[in-house]
């Protein structure tokens, strides 16, 4: 298969009840993920700097929103990420922000409704 280019995501996956995230190469064709590699990936190289730089690479997988793998495709989990963008200015705005389990079974909520997708 043909692709424009490639980067790594965070990927996760969903088997049973539990939730995985690692890191995947994920190929795309016109601005779209097509493929992505099988396994979780880790940084590697030819030498200390070759690994270094791959592991750069890797890190920036975190600015982007998660994928959430869906069969034979990638979707992105943009709801997360709004969600967390909102804690963040909540934060900003109030100077603090009150973590408690309502946060973490809004997310599993918000994962159960993607699953939709």
Known sequence: MEFDYWNYRVVATKESDCWSYNIREVYYKNGAPVSWA????YPCGE????????????????????????GDK???DDIIQRINDLKVQTQKETGSFKYDF????????????????
């Open 47 to 70: 030498s200390l700097e070759e690994v270094q730089q791959d592991l750069n690479n890797m890190s920036k997988a975190f600015s982007k929103p998660t994928l959430i793998e869906k």
């Open 38 to 41: 099988a396994e979780p990936q």
């Open 102 to 117: 309502c946060y973490d079974e809004c997310i599993e909520i918000l994962r159960n409704k993607s699953e939709a997708i």
């Open 74 to 76: 990638l979707v992105e």
